[in-house]
């Protein structure tokens, strides 16, 4: 399947009420296009990476009341799952879609990767583009924006992933819902691969 863009219904998924509706309609008009995502980008990051890279569909299966607020594909060097490595993800909350490179609470080298962070933190606040953002939590839709970050406020986040056990840290690119729907399937296969190329060097020195 070719990745044609969103649209108005799947950002509509959801405010459907209920866990079973909600996961119909997910799996009805979201998955397909994740699906058509992994495959697209799953290659690309191999030869970027220098290593295989696997595509994961979120599939919410330990859900049993709450219906998700938020849907991912997440790419990895790791072929059974993405949480306990540093990743890339593509998903969408019902205001906006998101394209992050990503270290969740349950990467057990997250004290070594802040340490290498907070060594960079210099370069790394230098490179980042303004309209970039950043996030400790990815269960939270908001998101700082890089350009209102100081030097020292992004220290804290890499000393917070060294020091605390539930921590995490996200960096990446937001695109509002009304912007989303208006762009072909291509010029949004365009925009990820540009943030991609721009979040590499963070994978690397953590790699």
Not at 25 to 37: Q, S, V
Not at 49 to 78: C, L, M, Q, S
Not at 82 to 90: A, D, E, G, L
Not at 197 to 207: G, I, Q, R
Request: charged share 20%.
């Amino acid at each position: 399947m070719t990745f044609t863009g969103f649209t108005e219904s799947d950002f509509e998924v959801f405010s459907i009420d209920g866990l079973e509706n909600r996961m119909d309609a997910l799996i009805t008009h979201i998955r397909p296009k994740l699906d058509a995502l992994g495959q697209h980008f799953a290659p690309t990051l191999s030869v970027m990476t220098g290593e295989e890279i696997y595509a994961h569909v979120a599939k919410h299966a330990r859900r049993t009341v709450n219906p998700p607020n938020d849907t991912w594909v997440a790419f990895a060097n790791n072929s059974r799952g993405y949480k306990m490595v540093p990743h890339f993800q593509i998903g969408l909350w019902g205001s906006h879609v998101f394209i992050w490179f990503a270290m969740i609470y349950e990467a057990p080298k997250k004290a070594d990767y802040g340490k290498i962070l907070q060594a960079k933190v210099n370069q790394i606040h230098h490179d980042i583009p303004n309209d970039f953002v950043w996030s400790i939590d990815h269960m939270k839709p908001g998101a700082s924006k890089h350009s209102e970050l100081t030097e020292g406020e992004l220290t804290d986040m890499f000393v917070r992933l060294q020091t605390i056990k539930k921590s995490e840290l996200l960096c990446g690119y937001q695109i509002p819902r009304d912007e989303a729907v208006k762009m072909s399937g291509q010029q949004f296969l365009d925009q990820a691969q540009f943030v991609f190329n721009t979040l590499m060097p963070l994978y690397k020195l953590v790699h």
